[in-house]
C-alpha cells in the first residue's frame, strides 16, 4: 500500500469510529448510563414492566419529554421490543393520551407505571396503569385500564376507576383478628383512610401485575394515601377487580412494588415514599400470594445500598430460558428534565434463599450461569 493511502486510511479512520457508534446499541446492562435504541435515541420508557411473549420481550413504559412538563403525560406509554435484552427496537407508542379535553387520559394527565399482561382466555393484551387526573395533582389515584389485540397496541383505553369499592379486605390466616379492620372503630388513622374510601373505592397509585403459575392475576398497588399495599385479584378477563385483596403492612409506606417468585415463595421489592427521591428498598416474602407478608429488610448491599443505588423499583423481570434468573429494574428519576431519567437494571443474586442486590457498573447475563 501507498504512503498516501496509508495516511488516509489512518485519518479516516476516528470518523468510520464515531459513526459506527452513534447508533450502537449496549452489548452489557450499564445500570444508570445512557441507553440506546435501534435509532440511537436513548430509551424511553420509565417506570415500566416487561411481557414476555414467544422469543420477544415488549418493554412499557411512561414516555417523557424534556423539563418538568415530562412528570406528566404529554405523549402516552412507550413500547419496545428485543430478543436479547440487550438490542431495543422502537416499536413506538402503544397507549396515545387523548386530546378529547373530556377523556381521563387527556394529555397533561399523569399516567405511571404501565404494566401490561397477556390473557390467554380473551386474547388480549391488558395494560394497568396508575392515572391522575390533569391538573389535579395526585389526588385522583386511580387505576386506568387499557387493551389491545396486539403486544405493541394501539391499546384502547377502557376505563379509570378506584378499585375495590365496598369491599372488606381478606386476610390471610396468620393475621391475628384483633387486627382485622373494624368499620365502627378505625383502630388508627390508616384504617381510618381505608373506612373513608370504602364506598368509593380504594386509592391505587404506585403499582405492578402478576400472574401466577395458575394464570391468576393480581394487581398490586400503593393504596390508602400510599400508607398500605394492597394485593387485589383480577377476574377471569384480567379486566376488573374480583373484590379479593388483601392489605400488606398497613401504615409501613411502601411503594413502588414488584414482585416474583422462586421455588414457591414469593418475593417483593418496593421502596419507602419520599417523591423522586431514593430511598432504602425493601423485601417482603411470603408463602401465599395474599400473605401474611414478611418484611426482610433491604436487599441491596455495599456502597449506594442505602438508597438503592440512586434508584426506585419497577418491576422484576424472569430472564427466559434461565431457571431463577431474575432482573431486578429500577429507574433513576429525573424529575427537573424526565427525559433523562435512566435505567437501573441489577442481577439478583440469592444468599440461603434470601435476594440480594449488588452494583455492578456493567454486567451481563452470563452472571445468571447458562
Ligand atoms: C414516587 C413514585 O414511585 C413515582 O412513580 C412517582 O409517583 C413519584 N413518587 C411522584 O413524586
Not at 30 to 54: C, F, M, R, S, T
Not at 56 to 70: A, D, I, N, P, Q
Not at 132 to 152: F, I, Q, S, V
Not at 273 to 281: H, I, K, L
Request: glycine share 10%; proline share 5%.
Amino acid at each position: 500500500m501507498k504512503a498516501t493511502k496509508l495516511v488516509q486510511i489512518l485519518v479516516l479512520l476516528p470518523y468510520v469510529f464515531i459513526l459506527s457508534n452513534v447508533n450502537a446499541q449496549q452489548q452489557t446492562f450499564e445500570p444508570a448510563a445512557i441507553w440506546k435504541d435501534n435509532n440511537g435515541i436513548h430509551i424511553n420508557a420509565h417506570g415500566g414492566g416487561v411481557l414476555y411473549q414467544k422469543g420477544t420481550y415488549y418493554w412499557f413504559g411512561e414516555h417523557k419529554v424534556e423539563g418538568s412538563k415530562g412528570n406528566t403525560a404529554q405523549v402516552g406509554v412507550h413500547c419496545y421490543t428485543s430478543k436479547d435484552l440487550y438490542h431495543w427496537k422502537d416499536a413506538g407508542i402503544a397507549l396515545s393520551v387523548s386530546d378529547d379535553p373530556e377523556s381521563d387520559i387527556v394529555r397533561g394527565c399523569i399516567i405511571e407505571r404501565p404494566k401490561v399482561i397477556y390473557n390467554k382466555r380473551t386474547r388480549k393484551y391488558v395494560m394497568w396503569f396508575h392515572l391522575e387526573l390533569k391538573d389535579k395533582g395526585y389526588w385522583a389515584a386511580r387505576a386506568g385500564l387499557a387493551t389491545a389485540d396486539r403486544p405493541t397496541g394501539p391499546y384502547t383505553f377502557i376505563k379509570s376507576l378506584r378499585p375495590n369499592a365496598g369491599k372488606m379486605p381478606f386476610y390471610p390466616s396468620g393475621i391475628p383478628v384483633a387486627e382485622h379492620i373494624n368499620v365502627e372503630k378505625p383502630a388508627n388513622n390508616t384504617d381510618s383512610i381505608f373506612c373513608r374510601d370504602w364506598k368509593g373505592g380504594q386509592m391505587c397509585r404506585d403499582m405492578t401485575l402478576y400472574v401466577d403459575d395458575d394464570g391468576k392475576a393480581y394487581h398490586i398497588f400503593s393504596s390508602e394515601e400510599n400508607m398500605t399495599l394492597h394485593i387485589a385479584e383480577l377476574d377471569k378477563s384480567y379486566t376488573s377487580h374480583t373484590g379479593k385483596f388483601s392489605r400488606v403492612y398497613p401504615g409501613f409506606q411502601t411503594e413502588a412494588p414488584a414482585i416474583f417468585k422462586r421455588n414457591g415463595k414469593y418475593y417483593m421489592i418496593g421502596s419507602a415514599c419520599t417523591g423522586w427521591a431514593p430511598n432504602a428498598a425493601r423485601l417482603f416474602v411470603a408463602s401465599s400470594i395474599y400473605g401474611p407478608w414478611k418484611y426482610e429488610g433491604n436487599p441491596c448491599q455495599g456502597e449506594g445500598a442505602g438508597l438503592t443505588y440512586g434508584g426506585q423499583s419497577t418491576f422484576i423481570l424472569p430472564v427466559a430460558g434461565k431457571k431463577n434468573a431474575f432482573i431486578f429494574m429500577a429507574d433513576k428519576w429525573q424529575p427537573k428534565n424526565a427525559i433523562d431519567g435512566r435505567y437501573i437494571w441489577l442481577p439478583i443474586t440469592f444468599k440461603a434463599e434470601k435476594p440480594e442486590l449488588s452494583w455492578a457498573d456493567s454486567w451481563t447475563l452470563n452472571s445468571f450461569g447458562s
